[in-house]
Structures are given as C-alpha cells and as structure tokens.
T-cell receptor, first 115, second 114 residues
C-alpha cells in the first residue's frame, strides 16, 4: 500500500532563511508526488508535482522540491522564506498503478516563518 | 470562475441528525471527491465520482452517502450524525487532463456534532 510520512509537525524558520519541509514516501512502483499548501480557513492549493524527468521540480511561489529515489524522499524547499509562507503543507503520493483518486496525503507540516 | 464552492461554511448538528453538505464546481471537471481533514491525520478520501451517475467509495465511506446527478454538483449526505464525524470536509475536483493528481479544493465545511 502506498503511504507518505511527514516527520515534522512544525518547522520554524526566520524570514530570509532557506526552508525545508520533509516528506518520505512508500509505493510499489514509480511514484507520482505532490505538494499542497493550506492557508488558514482555506482549502488546499496545488504547489508542485513530480511525475517523471528532472529530479528538481519548480512550483508556485518560488517553491521547489527534490525527488530522491534512493532515499524515497520528496522534500519541499525554498531559498528564502517569507512570513507569508506560513501555512500548513501537505505531501501526497499516488501509485500510478492505482486509480487517479488514490491520492494519499501525509499528516501535514506547519511552517512558521518569523519576521 | 468561482472554482469549487461549498456550503455551509460551518454547521453544528446533534447526534442522530442528518444533513447534506453541498459542493459545486464551474470548471466542467468530470472528477469530484470528498475528503475529511482531522488533526494529525491529514486528508482522507470519503467518496469520489468520475462522472455524472458514477460514484465510488474511498477510504472512510461509512456514515456518508453521495450522488452525482450533474457534472457540477456532488453533495455529501450524513445519514445519522455521530460525534466521530466532527471534522472539516473538503470537496475537490479535477479533469481528465489532471489525472496525475492535481486537484482543486473548495474552502471547506467545518462540522461539529454534539
């Protein structure tokens, strides 16, 4: 069965510093991987995805993520954090051998960026 | 486009009551889903639909019913509310072009069952 783990409940970073939000996954085949962001009292918004190709994928708002097959990880990164990046971040994985709706989400990591 | 809309935003129910959470999308997406979000558990799929007249169960379907009579609407019915159904409910939609997993989410309905 596919699964995804976000080992940190919360990540604290100062504005202007680089940030990393960690995600590891488990699927039987080659994974489709996603990051979503949730701002307070809002629904989830798609940030970026990895399907195939370059291991470094770029997404919205200056975020990027690095796919590492050997470590089964898909960490979210940003070179310089903004206070407005403070939100709840979800990693998700889909096994391409299953139906499209079998998107499994992690438990979420809260990012707090201090001024 | 309004995207994905959900009503109501907040609801308080007593145990045993029934209600319907409304979801509508104006993007002509074929695929629609319902998730519940609970602290420390991420999002879990309740039911989903791949088109009008077609629905299927997700990970946690018990206590919920859905129907899809039109492309636009995908209501979620709580048959007899229980405190365990206290949660935030999200509706999402996507198109066949987004089969990789990119979904559009509504703003959510916060439900409390007492």
């Amino acid at each position: 069965a596919q699964s995804v783990a976000q080992p940190e409940d919360q990540v604290n970073v100062a504005e202007g510093n680089p940030l990393t939000v960690k995600c590891t996954y488990s699927v039987s085949g080659n994974p489709y991987l996603f990051w979503y962001v949730q701002y307070p009292n809002r629904g989830l918004q798609f940030l970026l995805k990895y399907i195939t190709g370059d291991n470094l994928v770029k997404g919205s708002y200056g975020f990027e993520a690095e796919f590492n097959k050997s470590q089964t990880s898909f960490h979210l990164k940003k070179p310089s954090a903004l206070v407005s990046d403070s939100a709840l971040y979800f990693c998700a994985v889909r096994d391409p051998d299953t139906g499209f709706q079998k998107l499994v989400f992690g438990t979420g990591t809260r990012l707090l960026v201090s001024p | 486009n309004a995207g994905v809309t959900q009503t109501p935003k907040f609801q308080v129910l007593k145990t045993g009551q029934s209600m319907t959470l409304q979801c509508a999308q104006d993007m002509n997406h074929e695929y629609m889903s319902w998730y519940r979000q609970d602290p420390g558990m991420g999002l879990r799929l309740i039911h989903y639909s791949v088109g009008a007249g077609i629905t299927d169960q997700g990970e946690v379907p018990n206590g919920y019913n859905v129907s899809r009579s039109t492309t636009e609407d995908f209501p979620l019915r709580l048959l007899s509310a229980a405190p365990s159904q206290t949660s935030v409910y999200f509706c999402a939609s996507s198109s066949p072009g987004h089969v990789w997993g990119e979904q559009y989410f509504g703003p959510g309905t916060r439900l409390t069952v007492t």
